[in-house]
């Protein structure tokens, strides 16, 4: 799987942006999906995931009630709606496939096995 991540720059405090991830190669619908993000001097952190039929999701607390995750198998995209950005949201984010799991959405870097490029994300204060 060929994960290609775009959407990101820069925004103002409390505006909105859309990340999309379009998958390429094996089949994108038996995947759990995931977004994660570096921050500058930080580690990668698990941001949101959703699994493979969408009836699942889950979202690390600093983004809950900001950022929707959602995904399109007919399009073999997942999308991050990102509102109410904060400066603190400012970071490379990340798409990435679970092979390993299809019915919850794990949250370590370390399970998911495909990884997109990134795009960047600034929020400006």
């Known amino acids: 799987v060929q994960l290609q991540a775009s959407g990101g720059g820069l925004v103002q405090a409390g505006g909105s942006l859309r990340l999309s991830c379009a998958a390429s190669g094996r089949s994108f619908s038996i995947y759990t999906m995931g977004w994660f993000r570096r921050a500058p001097g930080k580690e990668r952190e698990f941001v949101a995931g959703?699994?493979?039929?969408?009836?699942?999701?889950s979202y690390a607390d600093s983004v809950k009630g900001r950022f929707t995750i959602s995904r399109d198998n007919a399009k073999n995209t997942v999308y991050l709606q990102m509102n109410s950005l904060k400066p603190e949201d400012t970071a490379v984010y990340y798409c990435a496939a679970d092979e390993g799991s299809k019915w919850y959405v794990r949250t370590s870097d370390a399970l998911y096995d495909y990884w997109g490029q990134g795009t960047l994300v600034t929020v400006s204060s």
């Open positions: 959703i699994t493979w039929g969408g009836g699942t999701t």
